[in-house]
């Protein structure tokens, strides 16, 4: 059984720069949440989808967007990337829309020069 | 505002020396308090779900416990395989369920 799975591992990118990254999901779930970890920080929530819409939004900025498709999977976009924006970048899935236990994928390590 | 403290911050352990680690918590209406390890530029791994004051859960060496205001996270018996950074995180209910929020951690190293 695949856990959830997300690309690229690492990413380097130049401030103003655009940046996709992307989940899958366990299999069987249907909800997919984004996270941001800064180094020696818990990570910070960043916005959640289920059916295709996004469904709750914590304290990030518009450059902050996403995306899921009719497969679960799911993209999260950072327009005009800034230096603070460099972190690790996690996505959760979890079952059911009710978003109770969440499954981590490994990450994406953004460094952002 | 939701708020989760976890506490000590970090922690050096012989081998074989149980401890335990806090998590307090203010949240309106909790539906869930999670339990996370986490390495070292690795993705949580899920250890344990309490949803109601009194539960208890283990898995080896780890026994999670909730009351209404914080939860511990025991290691009895540590081994230094058990060295991460263990997570605490909520849930709140409401319209907010499904927006984790998470501690800064505790970071346990076990020495052999």
């Known amino acids: 059984d695949a856990g959830v799975t997300q690309s690229p591992t690492h990413l380097i990118k130049t401030r103003g720069q655009q940046v996709t990254l992307r989940c899958s999901p366990k299999s069987g779930h249907d909800t997919v949440s984004w996270y941001q970890q800064a180094l020696g920080q818990g990570p910070q929530f960043i916005f959640q989808y289920y059916e295709e819409e996004e469904r709750q939004r914590g304290n990030f900025p518009d450059r902050f967007s996403g995306h899921q498709f009719p497969n679960y999977s799911s993209e999260l976009n950072v327009n005009a990337l800034l230096l603070g924006d460099s972190a690790l970048y996690l996505c959760?899935?979890?079952?059911?829309?009710?978003?109770?236990?969440?499954?981590f994928g490994p990450g994406t390590r953004l460094t952002v020069l | 505002e939701d708020q989760v403290t976890q506490s000590p911050e970090a922690l050096r352990l012989q081998e074989g020396e149980s401890s335990s680690l806090n998590c307090s918590y203010t949240v309106s209406g909790l539906r869930g308090l999670f339990w996370y390890r986490q390495d070292p530029g690795k993705g949580p791994e899920f250890l344990f779900t309490l949803y109601s004051a009194g539960e208890e859960k283990e898995k080896e060496r780890l026994k999670a416990t909730l009351t209404k205001k914080e939860s511990f996270l025991h290691i009895t018996a540590p081994k230094p395989e058990d060295s991460a950074t263990y997570l605490c995180?909520?849930?709140?209910?409401?319209?907010?369920?499904?927006?984790?929020?998470f501690g800064a951690g505790t970071q346990v190293v076990v020495t052999p």
């Open positions: 959760a899935s979890s079952y059911g829309g009710a978003g109770d236990t969440q499954y």
């Open positions: 995180a909520v849930s709140p209910g409401g319209d907010s369920w499904g927006k984790l929020q």
